[in-house]
């Protein structure tokens, strides 16, 4: 890209897409353009391919979804899926069809097999059956990659697709229904903090595995492969680290300063045992993950404090 490039970033109001915006202003892009979800729906092909008629983008970050937690996906996979199809097709279509140079599209690690081998390598796409709790959402992402590889394969476009860990940071959803994990124990542990609850409930066994990344260090790795990366496959896009939820729960607990009990509610589903991602490949490129997770965390703790009031819906 160059820094007077035309680059439109697709979900600029969301976790990853306002990490992107940051990053590329911080960076000196000066034609970053943006589109309210009121004034654009890219699940509509109309409208998603008259904007890009009228605005003819040079780059393209694909960081639009519909995203939520593990129970938020359980209980809707109609929409999951239909809604992220819809944006994926919408978007990447309308990119070819005008001419746009490169489009990057963000998936997510859970498009990998459920029961695949740690840490996950690329190649273990569609190896075996996926975890059902976020199948509808993973099919969808599945989709949009593939389209990214047929549209460079066909038509020559240089679409390229990354798969990002489970993100985390300012911005974040903190409803407790829907968000994920860690912006959910963040706000649990505040409130229970506050208001002097006895208990705080954790979701499933503790222990599955999960691989944390601060959202800024994404969208770094978002720009650097739209500046690097030009290949057919879809690169993984993590810290190399996990942690069971168990642990998760207790560093949260200690940077939280709550003295109370936390209870594992079983009821509650665990999802997938481990996901943690093989970053060989995007590091052998020369990119790594420079946040850890206990300064990320102290971060997002310090942004809820200082939002609650909006963020907490
Ligand atoms: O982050 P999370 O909702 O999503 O849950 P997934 C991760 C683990 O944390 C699960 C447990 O084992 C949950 O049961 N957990 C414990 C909690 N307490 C809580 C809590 O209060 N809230 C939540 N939400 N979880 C999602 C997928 O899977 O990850 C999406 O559904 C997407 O498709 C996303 O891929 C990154 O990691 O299980």
């Given amino acids: 890209m160059e820094k007077d490039s035309k680059i439109y970033v697709a979900g600029h109001s969301g976790l990853l897409g306002s990490a992107i915006v940051r990053k590329l202003e911080a960076e000196g892009y000066s034609d970053v353009i943006t589109v309210s979800h009121g004034e654009l729906d890219l699940t509509d092909q109309r409208a998603a391919s008259a904007f890009f008629d009228r605005e003819r983008p040079e780059y393209v970050f694909l960081a639009a979804a519909k995203v939520g937690g593990i129970q938020a996906n359980a209980a809707a996979p109609a929409s999951f899926f239909y809604e992220n199809l819809m944006i994926s097709a919408n978007v990447i279509h309308a990119a070819y069809k005008n001419g746009a140079k490169k489009l990057l599209f963000f998936g997510s690690s859970c498009i990998y097999p459920r029961d695949c081998p740690q840490p996950i390598k690329e190649e273990y796409l ?96 978002g720009l650097f492969l739209m500046n690097n990366y030009d290949g057919g496959e879809h690169v993984n896009v993590g810290t190399g680290r996990d942690v069971s939820i168990h642990e998760l729960a207790h560093m949260l607990q200690a940077e939280s300063g709550y003295e109370g009990a936390l209870v594992f509610d079983r009821s509650k589903p665990d999802g997938t045992p481990q996901k943690l991602l093989d970053v060989s490949k995007l590091n052998a490129m020369g990119w790594k993950s420079k946040i850890g997770l206990r300064d990320g965390v102290r971060q997002t703790m310090a942004w809820y404090a200082e939002n609650a009031g909006g963020a907490a819906r």
């Fill in 126 to 221: 569609l190896s075996d059956y996926l975890e059902k709790t976020n199948e509808g959402y993973a099919l969808a992402k599945i989709a949009g990659l593939k389209m990214c590889a047929y549209y460079r394969e066909q038509f020559g476009c240089g679409f390229i697709s990354c798969m990002p860990t489970n993100l985390y940071g300012p911005g974040d959803n903190f409803n407790l229904e829907s968000s994920h994990v860690l912006p959910a124990l963040i706000r649990k542990f505040h409130e229970a903090k506050a208001r002097g609850h006895r208990t705080v409930a954790i979701w499933g066994s503790g222990r599955p595995r999960r691989e944390f990344m601060h959202v800024d260090d994404a969208a770094d790795a």
